[in-house]
């Protein structure tokens, strides 16, 4: 397994926390997400991302855990999660769970729109306010 740094980005009050780590094989992204620039913002996340993939032990767990995002992010986010699409022929799995607050119903709605985008490969968990 290569020496890839674990990824770690502060959550701000428009950015979300995203950490990553090849050794445990989890991602996660929680907080809010509306970020002046959705992709400047991603740019670092997709390039770990792909660089994760190339040497990722064979289960990752990408947790999203968020309070709100955007537009813009919301097409983003789409990107960096099919970006696991070719890894998954390589013999890797991924499993996404989307966790939203258990009477947030945009959220949930969210998880599932992303849940059929993405063939259904995601667990939407709801947890109370």
Same mark, same amino acid.
């Given at each position: 397994?290569? !020496?890839?740094?674990?990824?770690?980005?502060?959550?701000?009050? #428009?950015?979300?926390?995203i950490?990553?780590?090849?050794?445990?094989?989890?991602i996660?992204?929680?907080g809010?997400?509306?970020?002046e620039?959705a @992709?400047?913002?991603?740019?670092? /996340?997709?390039? =770990?991302?792909? #660089? +994760?993939?190339?040497?990722?032990?064979?289960?990752?767990?990408? !947790? /999203?855990?968020?309070? +709100?995002?955007?537009?813009?992010?919301?097409?983003?986010?789409?990107? @960096?999660?099919?970006?696991?699409?070719?890894? !998954?022929? #390589?013999g890797?799995? @991924?499993?996404?769970? =989307?966790? +939203?607050?258990?009477?947030?119903?945009d959220?949930k709605?969210?998880?599932?729109? +992303? #849940?059929?985008?993405?063939?259904g490969?995601?667990?939407?968990?709801?947890? !109370?306010?």
């Open positions: 397994m290569s !020496q890839l740094e674990i990824l770690n980005i502060p959550g701000t009050v #428009k950015t979300p926390a950490h990553g780590d090849v050794k445990t094989g989890k996660s992204i929680s809010r997400c509306v970020p620039n @992709v400047d913002f991603f740019i670092p /996340v997709k390039t =770990w991302i792909e #660089k +994760y993939i190339e040497v990722a032990p064979t289960a990752t767990e990408f !947790q /999203v855990e968020l309070d +709100y995002f955007n537009t813009s992010s919301s097409i983003i986010l789409l990107n @960096v999660f099919r970006l696991f699409n070719p890894s !998954q022929h #390589k890797m799995s @991924v499993n996404f769970v =989307w966790i +939203y607050v258990d009477d947030d119903l959220m709605e969210a998880g599932e729109e +992303y #849940k059929a985008m993405l063939g490969n995601l667990t939407l968990v709801p947890k !109370q306010p």
